[in-house]
């Protein structure tokens, strides 16, 4: 789950004048969002105290402990399967079986 937070700086290519250079901006004090409704009234939607992060931060860390776990879990399976299984007995409660009818 992606969890938002204010910030008050950013760094970004999209938004500089120049192409792969990145643009960086301090002290953000507040962002103004505008959109739009499905009469065509604009509804402008005011964030105080900074930018609001949408947590692709927070994401890349969560695929990252995954990666972690994956290789682990990988290990442990490959020892299972090659070696002494009675050892690595505990491996079989994190195999899925097919249920019996």
């Given at each position: ?12 290519v999209s938004?500089?004048?120049e ?17 739009t ?20 931060n ?9 990666l972690?776990?994956a ?17 690595y007995r ?12």
């Amino acid at each position: 789950m992606q969890k938002d937070k204010i910030v008050q700086e950013i760094n970004s290519v999209s938004i500089g004048m120049e192409s792969n250079t990145v643009y960086h901006i301090d002290n953000i004090q507040r962002t103004v969002i505008e959109s739009t409704n499905d009469s065509g009234n604009i509804i402008e939607t005011v964030i105080d105290n900074g930018y609001i992060d949408i947590g692709i931060n927070d994401t890349m860390k969560d695929l990252f402990v995954n990666l972690l776990g994956a290789i682990v879990f990988s290990v442990f399976g490959y020892l299972y399967t090659k070696h002494n299984q009675k050892k690595y007995r505990f491996v079989q409660k994190f195999i899925p079986k097919k249920r019996e009818e």
